[in-house]
């Protein structure tokens, strides 16, 4: 089974960082793409960062010199460390992660999402 958990999720004052993590606590194996997305109601899910298996990263670039995307091939786990929020942060940030689901690898590679973590910064 599947389970993308996110956690880090939170209020923060426009100017302040916050952390995002999010671990496999299922069964992904051979783990290419993970990534932030979010979304704000009524609009589109949007890619924020993401990072690929041999470590190259790409950012939005309404993001870009402020959040870091890093991760941990060991653990399964992907962060996303978040600096000079902005009211246009506010969202609902969702993990994801490409991969081929270890209880069934006849379905071959998929793309999972974890449930999201709101985070809102108050101006």
């Known amino acids: 089974q599947v389970q993308l958990v996110e956690s880090g999720g939170g209020l923060v004052q426009a100017g302040g960082s916050l952390g995002l993590s999010c671990e496999d606590r299922?069964?992904?194996?051979?783990?290419?793409?993970m990534a932030w997305y979010r979304q704000v109601p009524g609009n589109q899910r949007e890619l924020v960062a993401g990072?690929?298996?041999?470590?190259?990263?790409s950012y939005a670039d309404s993001v870009k010199g402020r959040f870091t995307i890093s991760r941990d091939k060991a653990k399964k786990m992907v962060y996303l460390q978040m600096t000079s929020l902005n009211a246009e942060d506010t969202a609902v940030y969702y993990c994801y992660v490409d991969g081929l689901n270890g209880a069934d690898l006849s379905r071959g590679r998929n793309n999972y999402w974890g449930q999201g973590t709101q985070v809102t910064v108050s101006s």
């Open positions: 299922g069964m992904i194996l051979n783990i290419g793409t």
């Open positions: 990072i690929k298996s041999d470590g190259s990263t």
